[in-house]
């Protein structure tokens, strides 16, 4: 089996209790998740699990969204989003697998607010490594990772879960 760069169950572990923390401190104990196709989703369901959060997961494919979409286009099998609540007024914790240039939180940002105006979004996110390109952080940072030049980072999954790093052209 691959090597994970990272432990991922230490980390979701940690995530758990630094995220339950801040939403008790900011009085949103009753939040809503939302996982981003594909990595995001495995990591808000272990997340939803650990937190016991009742309202159900919510999922997006931030697709349409994409500000590169005219140029790569859509792929015929895409998983269509899917908010089980509504998202007026609701407290939503974003999640995703990989923070990067910022460009896929933007884009989910935009989809979510199609849907309803919620009262607050936080963002969780499994790791996070530089190269932002848009003024958005994360809330919880599960690892903060610095890659080489020119490697990838991947979250393999679901069962198990799996960082990997890949330089260019492997
Ligand atoms: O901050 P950014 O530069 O937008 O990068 C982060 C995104 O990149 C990956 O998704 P990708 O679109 O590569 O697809 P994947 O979920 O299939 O890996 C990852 O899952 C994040 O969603
Ligand atoms: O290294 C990277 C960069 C963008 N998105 C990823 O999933 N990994």
Do not use: C
């Not at 590169?68 to 792929?75: A, E, L, N």
């Not at 933007?106 to 996070?128: C, H, K, M, Q, W």
Request: glycine share 10%; proline share 6%; aromatic share 4%.
């Amino acid at each position: 089996m691959t090597d994970s760069a990272i432990d991922i169950e230490a980390t979701l572990d940690d995530m758990t209790q630094r995220l339950r923390a801040l939403l008790t401190a900011s009085g949103r104990d009753d939040v809503a998740l939302i996982g981003i196709h594909s990595g995001g989703v495995w990591i808000a369901q272990a997340l939803h699990e650990r937190l016991g959060t009742t309202t159900p997961l919510g999922e997006i494919n931030i697709t349409f969204y994409r500000d590169d979409f005219s140029r790569i286009g859509m792929h015929p099998r895409v998983k269509p989003s899917n908010l089980p609540f509504p998202v007026e007024d609701r407290h939503i914790v974003l999640v995703d697998d990989v923070l990067y240039t910022g460009r896929t939180i933007r884009a989910a940002l935009n989809e979510i607010f199609d849907y309803g105006r919620p009262a607050s979004v936080t963002l969780a996110v499994l790791v996070e490594r530089g190269g932002r390109e848009l003024p958005i952080q994360a809330d919880i940072i599960g690892q903060t990772i610095t890659p080489a030049q020119g490697e990838h980072v991947k979250l393999l999954g679901p069962e198990p879960l799996v960082l990997v790093t890949k330089g260019t052209g492997q």
